[in-house]
């Protein structure tokens, strides 16, 4: 199980041609887009009377 470390000069350079800088920055607005919502019309809602359905707990559903 002996590795050699090589110190090679041409392995360096790739090396350092490939992990040698940091990559470019990236700026914010970059980074994020705005789309433009459609108007809901109210079937994905929330309905708060409603909600209780939805509700999940084993005491709950044991009726305890």
């Known amino acids: 199980m002996n590795k050699e470390l090589t110190s090679d000069a041409a392995a360096a350079a790739v090396r350092q041609a490939r992990f040698g800088r940091l990559p470019e920055r990236i700026r914010f607005e970059d980074m994020t887009q705005e789309v433009e919502v459609e108007k809901?019309?109210?079937a994905n809602?929330?309905?708060p009377e409603?909600?209780?359905q939805y509700y999940s707990c084993l005491a709950f559903d044991l009726g305890l």
């Open 40 to 42: 809901d019309s109210g």
């Open 45 to 47: 809602s929330y309905n």
């Open 50 to 52: 409603g909600s209780w």
